[in-house]
């Protein structure tokens, strides 16, 4: 296993970049056992401004698994906002 990951803040939140490297000379899978190598590119924008709270992560991955062609990805998001207090009465 191996990558690199990077992160960039400013006022409100951040960005996130990664690459995860995976290599298994054993793998085995229900298709049977062969030697796989992967490779995951990712980002990640989350924040949050008036009121509002974020976190957007994407992440595709390719590779290969004996003769087989690997090719996946992924969206996620955890949105939310968060009312001020009301006054007592």
């Known amino acids: 296993l191996w990558g690199v990951y990077a992160v960039h803040t400013h006022s409100v939140g951040g960005l996130d970049l990664y690459y995860l490297g995976f290599e298994n000379a054993q793998g085995r899978f229900d298709q049977g056992r062969a030697s796989e ?41 955890d949105t939310g906002f968060t009312w001020k207090a009301r006054p007592s009465s």
């Not at 924008?45 to 992440?59: P, Y």
């Open 37 to 77: 190598q992967r490779h995951s590119v990712g980002a990640r924008v989350w924040g949050e401004a008036s009121g509002w709270d974020w976190n957007f992560e994407s992440l595709y991955q390719g590779g290969r698994f004996g003769e087989g062609v690997i090719g996946a990805w992924t969206l996620a998001s």
